[in-house]
């Protein structure tokens, strides 16, 4: 059997930013799936085909840090990489002091969530 290749999940509940990033990283040589919520990616994504997840910290619903933690507790412990609008610099340590691959401000350079995802792979594949 070929091995199937390395999945980012992006998950954002801003349809606009979710499809940008994912062509983002598309156009990097990523396969990308998309999520508008936590919720959904619980529901179907294929957990055991993704390498890292790209994740908006403010999502409706659970919150990326919610969801985060949920799959870290149920033994899935996949890179994350938060992107956010809102400047909070207690959440901000808080993620990086739980081991996030990167903490990403909206509107972020297009370099910067690339490298952090080429982190996130080189890592996944370390574990």
């Known amino acids: 059997m070929e091995n199937s290749p ?3 999940a992006v998950i ?3 349809p606009s930013l979710l499809r940008s990033v994912e062509r983002l990283l598309n156009a990097n040589g990523f396969l990308t799936e998309g999520y508008s919520s ?3 990616f619980l529901s179907q994504a294929q957990t055991s085909l993704v ?3 790209v994740l908006d910290i403010h999502l409706g619903g659970m919150s990326g840090i919610e969801l985060w933690h949920r799959l870290k507790h149920i033994g899935i412990p996949l890179p994350v990489i938060f992107i956010t609008a809102v400047d909070d ?3 901000e340590r808080e993620a990086l002091n739980a081991g996030c691959i990167g903490y990403l401000h909206k509107p972020f350079p297009a370099e ?3 490298a ?3 982190r996130a792979l080189q ?3 370390l574990d």
């Open 89 to 91: 610099e207690t959440l």
């Open 12 to 14: 954002d509940d801003d």
């Open 116 to 118: 952090a995802v080429n």
């Open 6 to 8: 390395d999945t980012v």
């Open 123 to 125: 890592r996944s594949t």
């Open 38 to 40: 936590a919720e959904a």
């Open 51 to 53: 390498r890292c997840i």
């Open 112 to 114: 910067s969530l690339v």
